[in-house]
């Protein structure tokens, strides 16, 4: 292989000269080559290692189609595995090192797998370890070895450094592909006025024109059209934009590389960007991939696809080789085989086929080519580079009739036919129709929105391109023709891309996969145990998975399997299309939203006097809450059980603003709770409030709030933190779907409000003090509201309690918060109020034995809360059925009881309970759901869920924590461990 840069030709900047690195080595290049280009224009045979026998793979494609050269870009935080040298665009200072070879490239260690190729054909990793071992510990120490060897690339565990956006577009066409045909599609719509959108993965517009020798007609009529779209204001051009899934609705997935092709995004651009665009009808002008034909040794460095090595010869002025050999069964590789003669190359072409175009033939032997009718490449001589090819003589069917002629050569140049790039059409209308005569796959010109054109359905000509194009566009189909050559893929194509000897065998590995290393004998092996659809097939082998998707290897292996059937190739079928066509970067998809930005941290308006007061905060679901106010170095323990024993003595407030809020308004809005609650709402009257109860549909409790009824159609629902955005959803879905009919609105209003709540004996005068209102026992009993004015400010005022405490909470506009708050700190010195935070908070819920997010985690019932009683057997509600089921109403169910830990050590939330008597093992009967040291009880205590319960009241258990290797014992109590009647919070 003895690849060069031409003096000439070539659509490069050759004005400038800019170096690349690969696997240790610098190369020169110039702006408009890729990494592949610049590499085989310095000579760089050997790209990458085969998968599974790490042989010496080369340049098979010169685009999105490559499968064997995948390298690892750049360093650092900006690492990135499995790019395609040929899709990756030339800049200084590119660094790039081969993956899957160790230690280099040129010496692979992992190449003597292939001496024991005969064991690693399809399927080998489901039976070696598998079959005539017992149990799994030969599987076991095999893992470690197979998982170092899985893969191809490694990525970085470094953050990504760089910034991606995400836009949502809106066209009235979108034309994928900027080939002829999608150019005189966008110039058609562009004219009659659509919105149009015009995406082409390529840098540059033109498609298969870019491989033309430079200067040719069509050079003029490209510059032209570009001039074109650039006068229409309406035609957004996207390049370097890959159009990766096509979805309902018209909607599309697009990847646009915005700062790819340079060393570093400049400061504040985006270096991909993903688009979702919706459009109202979609031209696909994707184009074909040619096929490549299977032979032994057909992966050696050097045996390249005829349609990549015209495209490095004229777009990148790069002679792939002096001595060539083209192997094709159809006409398109003869207009290359031509032009790589003219550029000095030695050209022989082999073609399968007996009978050739009588001017095809003239023009190649006018050429100086070494026609050879009825021959084929048997098999390629050569390890790290293509040294020889020997040709025979075949019959229609692919197999040798004669003996073979080894033949001297440094590139095999394969034409196999071509195969439409018909992903994202399929992605949308499934399995396509196949064409017999084509021998591919062809998509349905007209189906839906879409519209099919160019090379994608088989046009026969340069000119029925442009005509196919201008038509979808909207134009009449006649725009001005450009000529093109006479040589038509699917003009006289004979369907046979697989050579044998004349027995049906392969004197030596042919590849139908490359980035896979399936070869046809694991196709066969498929067949033989009975994996014959091609699903299976695809997974049994791993065939046309991964990057490559079976861009190149899908037709060639279920035109074989359809041989071994005995069918036809669309009675075999094809494997299913799903996005993405091409990888797509995490980080695109992801765009703007992660960290911060897909979870935001809200603050509530009294945030900052917690700051500033010292107060250590912590996460609360997307809230910053204070968790503990130090006082003179305090840790955590101190703090927090200072803070609970002061509200139980004095008075103490806590920033509830984080609890979610739903407004729920309408002439239906008292049947809507009846049908969410498993409690009744219609009968609480205005001025009252209510705590309820939600169950999922199976029965199974999902949220727990007050619910304050504000006006005859309004009312104010609140909701756990954790729960508020789950609720509001759920709600919204109910209306949406279910419940049409009522008339109902659900606003989240938890912003609107900040909260505060105040609790301990002497709250009621605190808060008197301060409004001046009358909030005697008799004029706001416990579960009432009323309205009051603190510093101007008017509050909402609910006296309800969650601590087991006289308690209160005041409800204010958002943006008085911090003044409410400071003015309730201002009035509190008399009777020594003080903040508390989310620790302590927690300690007297559990004293009182109300549950939490702890208790309410998905797996807990009503009947096992000990909530039973809230539910109304007069009205149907949200779980009202699938609640009764037999094994929701086992009586062995782990049902809510409270633990006083025996000890001076406190549990373990998620401890594991067992009995006294029962061997630790296992999951026990129950798990420690919260945990807290009380300062009312002056012991450490605990919520739990234990099966049967309350049955169990007196005994004594162990408590298990097989993480921290702890065992203690504790007594089942009744969860209402702190005054169980009430008196103090009804008072």
Same mark, same amino acid.
């Given at each position: 292989m003895t690849a060069r840069r031409l003096s000439g030709g070539g659509r490069i900047d050759r004005s400038r000269k800019i170096t690349v690195h690969f696997d240790g080595r610098s190369f020169a290049a110039h702006p408009g080559d890729t990494l592949a280009s610049a590499l085989l224009a310095g000579g760089q045979k050997i790209f990458g290692r085969g998968f599974k026998y790490h042989r010496p793979r080369g340049l098979v494609a010169a685009g999105v189609e490559e499968t064997n050269a995948l390298v690892h870009l750049r360093d650092g935080e900006r690492h990135e595995p499995n790019a395609q040298a040929t899709m990756v665009e030339a800049f200084d200072g590119l660094r790039s090192t081969p993956q899957n070879a160790w230690p280099s490239l040129q010496f692979d260690i992992g190449a003597m797998s292939g001496l024991l190729s005969r064991f690693f054909g399809a399927g080998f990793y489901y039976k070696?370890?598998?079959?005539?071992?017992?149990?799994?510990?030969?599987?076991?120490?095999?893992?470690?070895?197979?998982?170092?060897?899985?893969?191809?690339?490694?990525?970085?565990?470094?953050r990504d450094p760089d910034q991606y956006e995400k836009i949502n577009a809106f066209c009235d066409v979108l034309i994928v592909g900027a080939g002829p045909a999608g150019i005189a599609a966008a110039l058609a719509a562009g004219r009659k006025g659509d919105n149009v959108t015009?995406?082409?993965?390529?840098?540059?517009?033109?498609?298969?024109?870019?491989?033309?020798?430079?200067?040719?007609?069509?050079?003029?009529?490209?510059?032209?059209?570009?001039?074109?779209?650039?006068?229409?204001?309406?035609?957004?051009?996207?390049?370097?934009?890959?159009?990766?899934?096509?979805?309902?609705?018209?909607?599309f997935g697009l990847v646009e590389r915005v700062q790819d092709h340079v060393l570093a995004p400049e400061r504040g651009k985006p270096r991909q960007r993903y688009w979702v665009v919706?459009?109202?009808?979609?031209?696909? /002008? #994707? =184009?074909?991939?040619? %096929?490549?034909?299977?032979?032994?040794?057909?992966?050696?460095? !050097?045996?390249?696809? +005829?349609?990549?090595?015209?495209?490095?010869?004229?777009?990148?002025?790069?002679?792939?080789?002096?001595?060539?050999?083209?192997?094709?069964?159809?006409?398109?590789a003869y207009t290359a085989a031509?032009?790589?003669?003219?550029?000095?190359?030695?050209?022989?072409?082999?073609?399968?086929?007996?009978?050739?175009?009588?001017?095809?033939?003239?023009?190649?032997?006018?050429?100086?080519?070494?026609?050879?009718?009825?021959?084929?490449?048997?098999?390629?001589?050569?390890?790290?580079?293509?040294?020889?090819?020997?040709?025979?003589?075949?019959?229609?069917?692919?197999? /040798? #009739? =004669?003996?073979?002629? %080894?033949?001297?050569?440094?590139?095999?140049?394969?034409?196999? !036919?071509?195969?439409? +790039?018909?992903?994202?059409?399929?992605?949308?209308?499934?399995?396509?129709?196949?064409?017999?005569?084509?021998?591919?796959?062809?998509?349905?010109?007209?189906?839906?929105?879409?519209?099919?054109?160019?090379?994608?359905?088989?046009?026969?000509?340069?000119?029925?391109?442009?005509?196919?194009?201008?038509?979808?566009?909207?134009?009449?189909?006649?725009?001005?023709?450009?000529?093109?050559?006479?040589?038509?893929?699917?003009?006289?194509?004979?369907?046979?891309?697989?050579?044998?000897?004349?027995?049906?065998?392969?004197?030596?590995?042919?590849?139908?996969?490359?980035?896979?290393?399936?070869?046809?004998?694991?196709?066969?092996q498929a067949h033989l145990e009975g994996y014959v659809s091609v699903e299976h097939l695809k997974r049994y082998t791993t065939s046309g998975m991964a990057a490559d998707q079976g861009k190149t290897s899908n037709l060639n292996a279920l035109a074989r399997m359809a041989e071994l059937r005995g069918l036809a190739i669309p009675n075999v079928g094809t494997t299913t299309f799903r996005p993405p066509y091409t990888p797509v970067a995490i980080g695109a998809i992801v765009a703007h939203d992660h960290g911060l930005h897909l979870r935001p941290t809200r603050l509530s308006t009294i945030h900052d006097w917690h700051i500033e007061t010292g107060a250590e905060m912590m996460d609360a679901g997307l809230w910053l809450r204070p968790w503990y106010y130090s006082e003179n170095g305090e840790s955590i323990q101190e703090a927090y059980v200072r803070e609970a024993a002061h509200v139980r003595e004095h008075v103490g407030i806590v920033d509830v603003s984080?609890?979610?809020?739903?407004?729920?308004?309408?002439?239906?809005?008292?049947?809507?709770?009846?049908?969410?609650?498993?409690?009744?709402?219609?009968?609480?009257?205005?001025?009252?409030?209510?705590?309820?109860?939600?169950?999922?549909?199976?029965?199974?409790?999902?949220?727990?709030?007050?619910?304050?009824?504000?006006?005859?159609?309004?009312?104010?629902?609140?909701?756990?933190?954790a729960n508020a955005a789950k609720?509001?959803?759920?709600?919204?879905?109910?209306?949406?779907?279910?419940?049409?009919?009522?008339?109902?609105?659900?606003?989240?209003?938890?912003?609107?409000?900040?909260?505060?709540?105040?609790?301990?004996?002497?709250?009621?005068?605190?808060?008197?003090?301060?409004?001046?209102?009358?909030?005697?026992?008799?004029?706001?009993p416990n579960n009432h509201f009323t309205h009051v004015t603190i510093c101007d400010v008017p509050c909402r005022l609910h006296r309800m309690s969650f601590s087991g405490e006289l308690a209160y909470e005041i409800h204010i506009p958002a943006k008085s918060g911090r003044k409410v708050w400071e003015a309730l700190i201002a009035a509190g010195p008399p009777h020594n109020l003080k903040p508390y935070g989310l620790e302590a908070m927690g300690a007297l819920r559990i004293e009182k034995g109300h549950i939490a997010g702890s208790e309410i985690e998905g797996r807990t019932t009503l009947k096992d809360l000990g909530l039973e009683g809230f539910a109304s057997s007069k009205k149907p509600f949200v779980g009202s059925v699938l609640r009764k089921r037999p094994v929701l109403e086992d009586s062995k169910r782990p049902s809510l009881v409270g633990l006083e830990i025996i000890g001076n050590q406190g549990a373990t939330a998620g401890?594991?309970?067992?009995?006294?008597?029962?061997?630790?093992?296992?999951?026990?009967?129950?798990?420690?759901?919260?945990?807290?040291?009380?300062?009312?009880?002056?012991?450490?205590?605990?919520?739990?869920?234990?099966?049967?319960?309350?049955?169990?009241?007196?005994?004594?258990?162990?408590?298990?924590?097989?993480?921290?290797?702890?065992?203690?014992?504790?007594?089942?109590?009744?969860?209402?461990?702190?005054?169980?009647?009430?008196?103090?919070?009804?008072?």
């Open positions: 070696t370890f598998i079959g005539p071992f017992s149990g799994t510990k030969f599987w076991m120490f095999c893992e470690g070895f197979i998982r170092q060897a899985a893969g191809m690339g490694r990525a970085t565990t470094l015009l995406v082409e993965q390529d840098r540059d517009l033109g498609g298969s024109l870019l491989s033309e020798p430079v200067g040719s007609p069509s050079d003029a009529w490209l510059a032209q059209a570009r001039a074109g779209l650039d006068d229409l204001p309406n035609i957004r051009v996207l390049t370097r934009t890959t159009a990766f899934g096509a979805y309902d609705c018209e909607v919706r459009t109202k009808r979609t031209v696909l /002008a #994707t =184009g074909a991939i040619e %096929r490549p034909m299977v032979f032994a040794g057909n992966d050696v460095p !050097g045996v390249m696809l +005829t349609s990549a090595v015209r495209s490095y010869l004229n777009r990148y002025a790069v002679l792939a080789g002096e001595r060539i050999i083209v192997a094709t069964n159809n006409d398109s031509i032009e790589l003669a003219k550029s000095g190359a030695k050209v022989t072409i082999c073609d399968i086929r007996k009978e050739i175009p009588t001017q095809l033939g003239a023009n190649a032997k006018g050429a100086g080519i070494d026609l050879r009718p009825g021959h084929a490449v048997l098999k390629v001589a050569g390890g790290k580079a293509v040294k020889a090819a020997y040709l025979v003589p075949v019959s229609s069917q692919g197999k /040798a #009739t =004669g003996g073979s002629v %080894r033949v001297a050569c440094d590139i095999v140049a394969m034409s196999g !036919g071509w195969a439409p +790039t018909l992903h994202l059409w399929s992605q949308r209308f499934g399995k396509p129709p196949y064409d017999e005569q084509m021998d591919t796959f062809l998509p349905t010109a007209e189906k839906g929105a879409f519209t099919c054109v160019g090379s994608l359905v088989g046009s026969a000509s340069l000119r029925d391109a442009l005509m196919q194009g201008h038509k979808a566009g909207g134009g009449t189909g006649k725009e001005p023709a450009l000529f093109g050559h006479a040589d038509f893929w699917g003009r006289n194509l004979l369907p046979v891309a697989v050579i044998t000897k004349a027995d049906g065998s392969t004197p030596g590995k042919a590849f139908v996969d490359f980035q896979h290393d399936v070869k046809l004998t694991d196709i066969d984080t609890l979610g809020k739903i407004a729920v308004q309408g002439p239906d809005a008292a049947e809507f709770l009846d049908r969410v609650y498993v409690n009744g709402f219609k009968t609480l009257p205005v001025g009252r409030l209510r705590y309820g109860i939600m169950l999922r549909e199976d029965g199974f409790v999902f949220d727990d709030g007050a619910t304050a009824r504000i006006g005859e159609y309004d009312y104010f629902m609140s909701t756990t933190t609720v509001l959803a759920w709600a919204e879905y109910l209306l949406q779907t279910a419940w049409r009919d009522l008339k109902v609105h659900v606003t989240s209003v938890t912003d609107q409000w900040a909260a505060i709540a105040v609790a301990g004996p002497k709250s009621r005068r605190v808060l008197m003090d301060l409004t001046g209102a009358d909030l005697s026992r008799e004029v706001l401890s594991l309970l067992f009995a006294m008597n029962a061997p630790a093992k296992g999951h026990g009967e129950g798990w420690v759901s919260s945990t807290t040291y009380s300062p009312a009880l002056k012991k450490n205590i605990a919520l739990a869920l234990l099966s049967r319960g309350p049955e169990r009241f007196g005994e004594t258990i162990q408590v298990v924590d097989f993480v921290g290797n702890q065992t203690l014992q504790a007594k089942v109590v009744s969860h209402h461990f702190f005054d169980p009647e009430g008196r103090r919070q009804n008072g």
